[in-house]
């Protein structure tokens, strides 16, 4: 540690700090504010896969390191549990795998905006009923208790549609009685951080450089990975 020391000393000792502020460019509001964020694309593949993803343009969100609040929303999207959008997706034999999060890059996440996506893998079935198809309320009740009433009358179900009703659902519930499973996230987060596998050195220094420019001094090592508070109201 001492030899390693002293070569970051000779190092980096002669670059000057000019002691500017970090640049921040949160002055430039509403980027994806266009027509052209609005619509729906279609792609077609190169390989032979059905994937919807549904991308939303959020303000920045990187100030909120600590309380990371689109890792959470993405631990209660991407859970495939009882109840789940993938749950009942995978039901109906619509989907494989869902994914949904922040890639908490440069793109993705910096002062301007936060990006958050959900990403769905359809099957040949799924991608049918991507549009739309008829499917009763009754059964749909079963998977999403106390969102939908248990009624007989019909309606139009599109793929999308689903996962923006979970998501309204989790919007109309709010974060107030899921402490608990903040604090679960938190433990397991903090349980890969003690016993996660030695990475590159040079990798594991990078990573640490990036963190400087992010973080409070006391969180340059964990800041990227480990929940420090819970504040439903972010």
């Known amino acids: 540690l001492d030899t390693l020391e002293k070569w970051v ?7 000057p700090n000019n002691g ?3 640049p ?11 027509p052209e964020f ?24 990187e100030q909120y390191y600590r309380v990371k609040p689109l890792h959470y929303i993405s631990w209660l999207v991407g859970h495939e549990g009882k109840g789940s959008v993938l749950s009942f997706l995978r039901k109906k034999f619509w989907a494989l795998a869902l994914y949904g999060g922040n890639g908490e890059t440069g793109f993705e996440q910096n002062s301007t905006y936060s990006i958050f996506s959900i990403s769905v893998t359809l099957t040949d079935e799924g991608y049918k009923h991507f549009y739309e198809v008829w499917f009763p309320t009754a059964c749909f009740s079963c998977c999403f208790p106390n969102v939908w009433k248990n009624e007989s009358v019909p309606f139009c179900l599109q793929v999308a549609h689903v996962v923006f009703q979970y998501v ?35 990798d594991y220094v990078e990573n640490l ?26």
């Open 209 to 234: 450089c990036e963190n400087m420019q992010l973080f409070q001094k006391e969180d340059f090592l964990t800041g990227d990975q480990l929940l420090f508070e819970y504040k439903p109201e972010v």
């Open 38 to 61: 609005h619509k729906l694309y279609r792609v077609v593949p190169i390989r032979k896969v059905h994937s919807l993803t549904i991308t939303w343009a959020l303000p920045p969100q």
């Open 168 to 202: 309204k659902m989790l919007q109309k519930r709010g974060p107030d009685q899921r402490q608990v499973i903040w604090e679960e996230i938190q433990k397991i987060e903090a349980n890969e951080f003690h016993y996660q596998e030695q990475t590159d050195p040079v």
């Open 9 to 15: 000393t000779e190092i980096f000792s002669e670059i």
């Open 24 to 34: 921040s460019f949160d002055h430039l509001t509403q980027p994806f504010d266009t």
């Open 20 to 22: 500017l502020p970090k």
